[in-house]
């Protein structure tokens, strides 16, 4: 995932700087109008399809861990430039997956009390070391 956010952001500076170039072409005729505009509409649907897919790996969560204390999650989550991000929040902001109806097999939902945003992860494709663990955060709604 961090490749691909990486990758990303190659991609739009290498659309990015061809646009000008294109209507260059065009304007010493060496491409036609309809190639140009063709080009330019497959390089922002490319670009949005992007952003969308970067949004969704941005959200996702890489790794949780509990601390020895029981008291405290660090989550860790990519930011838009690829870089690892991690917070640190009190396991009572977490809300039990069973409160806010995310008991799903694939993608669930950390939502906090705290704020609105909301990370994902999945215990599915992901790997739970720890089930207690696990419990003490997320309830005991969760299947494997």
């Known amino acids: 995932m961090r490749i691909f956010s990486r990758l990303k952001l190659g ?14 072409a065009e304007y010493c005729e060496v491409i036609q109008h309809v190639d140009k505009s063709l080009t330019v509409m497959l390089a ?4 949005s399809m992007l952003y969308a897919l970067g949004e969704f790996f941005r959200r996702l969560i890489g790794m ?4 020895r204390d029981e008291t405290q999650v660090k989550v860790s989550h990519l930011t838009f430039w690829g870089q690892r991000m991690d917070l640190t929040f009190p396991v009572s902001d977490v ?16 939502r906090r009390y705290s704020t609105n945003r909301y990370l994902l992860f ?4 992901g ?7 696990f419990e003490i955060v997320f309830g005991s709604i969760y299947r494997e």
């Open 122 to 125: 999945s215990a599915r494709f």
């Open 44 to 47: 922002t649907l490319a670009l």
């Open 64 to 67: 949780m861990y509990l601390s």
């Open 95 to 110: 809300i039990p997956l069973r409160d806010c109806g995310e008991d799903k097999d694939t993608v669930n939902k950390l």
């Open 11 to 24: 991609q739009t500076v290498l659309t990015v700087s061809l646009v000008p170039a294109l209507y260059l």
């Open 127 to 133: 790997r739970i070391l720890n089930r207690e663990k």
